[in-house]
């Protein structure tokens, strides 16, 4: 990048260890200058100028903001929180990267059940989709419905984007935050029962995609599925935590909508947008819906991905767990 344009990176306030996070702290590591685009000016923006990058206060639902932000910039990368919003954020990122011109990259991270998903299956019979789907579900949740449609503005806008399609991550809520109270009697409680997941690492993603920002011309137009390294059931996953934790962890199978009741719905009855999407996670995941796996990841990292174990033991809600503090 001969012009050392600034890379803008959304959602880059998020938690320690969260996607946008790692991609800034990557990308100044290489020496490329960041724009980090912030909801609010407090310790983690002072933590992104600290580290390096250029910290942008605005908010992804005014175009004003958006626009500003992008002055510059010719790499986009996109995320934003769960948010009834969401389509509306991507749409005013991508009319103000178009009223711009001159962008080479929107990178677009978008989730693993658009693989799946598709058009073609969810507007099926109702039959057809709950076949399809696992038994359990026959509807996007909010979130998913808010993705596709991001999918779908941003193909009709022309950008030159790359849709980045993970699985679960590991340090998904309902594989880390929602479990710390069972955890914490030695029970990994889950509504998964037998079936095999292959979530993948926060860290894996995050290293991706500052790939395709620094180098993006062979991966433009293109959508990319990706999994984790380990497909296994949650008895496998046991180990892992027992591990990380350093004590005996025990899968225990709760059915999925006592699951979603105890822990979503009373966690999250303030957030139902988001309570809602994990409640269709767990629907999808628990009735076999989350099917298949590609090797995608390790083909574009060219490297092995990062295994479960080890994004457990770098979480800081589980780190906390393990050491008692």
Sequence with gaps: MPERNPILITGAAGEIGGVSRTMVDMLLEQGQPVRAFVRHDDERAHSLRRAGAEVFVGDLLTI???TAALKGVRRIYFSMSLSPYYTDAVSLMAAAARAQGGIEAFVNISEYEQ????????????????????GLVADWSPQQRAHWVAEQVLEWSGL???NVRAAMFVENPLMTWLALEPLTKGELRLPFGD????????YD??????????????????????NGPELKNMHGFAEDYAAVLGRPVTYVPVGIETWNETYVDA???SFPHTAEHLKTLTRLMGGGGYRGTTDQLETLLGRAPKTVRWALGNHPRIQKLATGL
């Design 64 to 66: 004003a903001d958006v």
């Design 115 to 134: 693989s799946f998903m598709t058009f073609e299956k969810m507007t099926a019979a109702e039959e057809e989709r709950r076949a399809w789907l696992g």
């Design 160 to 162: 030159p984007t790359v």
């Design 195 to 202: 079936h095999r997941l292959a979530p993948i690492a926060g």
């Design 205 to 226: 993603v995050a290293e991706l995609c500052v790939k395709i920002l620094t180098d993006p011309t062979p991966h433009i137009s293109k959508s990319y599925v990706l």
């Design 267 to 269: 966690a999250l009855a």
